[in-house]
């Protein structure tokens, strides 16, 4: 037998396109206004950061291993059992695990054409097969999710809204999803937007995790609540999944700083109040504004919005790009995510903005940055 010259690393590891974070840099001198990694522009919530601030005094001590009073705070919010709560770093590691726990060679994990990024790493990355569901007019499309469907499939991950286009499908239509799968398949519902969306017939999934054995909801404190720097998240989840990730999860993998600043950001519903009527009132004028100059915009209930670009030279997504960041307005490109003449746009403060919409104009007008 011949050995290796090297370790190798398990099937599926090289197969990964690594994560690439949106751009955070300007050029030198010119204002930066970062509009490619959906933060938003309200910050955390006061509270958050005194409390902190506050923990900074026992930095010397290990944080609560079951973030016990951070789990007791969103049950509080949301009307949960805490036992039946999980907190990790960011929703991403819970998805990490979920795969972990629920995913390896021979299995396969399904989600929808254009699905967040980690859904594939995290299948790849414990040896399953990424299986890919085309969407509908940039939306989950259910039908296509069921036929892709086989006795391999483990995991199903819906993000509802979706990242990077914005859309969502429609709770009945979740609940055609779930009641088409095996019970022996995960669904996945990654709801890390689902504080912005104001829909009639939207639902985070919440209802659907407490009458099955068979759902989970991740949620995450980076987007509305602005905490992306301290990464928390959290999974709802039936009380045996939970147990699950519980024994594979690290044993302080939420430090105690960021509990303090989760505890204080959920609790403060004022703050929350304003980041979303500052995206609902940008959003749709954005929206407009941006139709106006011409461009396609994906309708989103997210805090984003997915543009199109003229297929035609010099007009193109990655010259716009290029454009834009000449001008200190940085966008998220979509290569990445199959939409190579589309960019992804956060929403931002009135300034940033305003500073992308005239960007956009001195664009398409052809003048120079």
Known sequence: MTVPAAP???????????????????????????????????????????????AATTLELYPDGTAEKLRQAIASRYGLDPARIICGAGSDELLQLLA???????????????????????????????????????????????????????????????NPTG?????????????GLPSNVLLIL????????????????????ATSNNVVMTRTFSKIHGLANLRIGWLYGPAAIVDVLNRIRGPFNVN???????????????????????????????TAALKTLGLGVTPSVGNFVLLHFPDEAGKRAPDADTFLTARGVILRRMEAYGLPNALRL???SEEANNAVLDGLQAFLAGKAP
Request: proline share 7%; hydrophobic share 40%.
């Open 190 to 209: 990654d709801a890390a937007y689902a504080e912005y969306v104001r829909r009639n017939d939207y639902s985070s999934g919440i209802e659907l995790v």
């Open 256 to 286: 105690g700083p960021s509990i303090a600043a989760g505890i204080a950001a959920i609790e403060d519903r004022e703050h929350e109040d304003k980041s979303v009527l500052h995206n609902a009132h940008w959003l749709a004028k954005m």
């Open 8 to 54: 190798q690393p398990r099937p599926g590891i090289l197969s990964i396109d690594a994560y690439v974070p949106g751009k955070s840099k300007a050029p030198a001198g010119v204002k930066l206004h970062k509009l490619s990694s959906n933060e938003t522009p309200l910050g955390p919530s006061p509270r958050a950061i005194e409390a902190y601030i506050a």
């Open 100 to 162: 972990h726990a629920y995913l390896g060679p021979g299995d396969e994990g399904l989600y929808s054409e254009h699905g967040f990024l980690v859904y594939k790493i995290a299948t790849l990355s414990n040896g399953a097969t990424p299986v890919v569901a085309k969407e509908k007019s940039l939306m989950t499309d259910v039908d296509a999710m069921l036929a892709a469907v086989t006795p391999r499939t483990r995991i199903v991950f819906l993000a509802n809204p979706n």
């Open 167 to 179: 859309t969502y499908i429609p709770f009945e239509e979740v609940k055609r999803l779930h009641a």
């Open 346 to 348: 956060t929403i931002g």
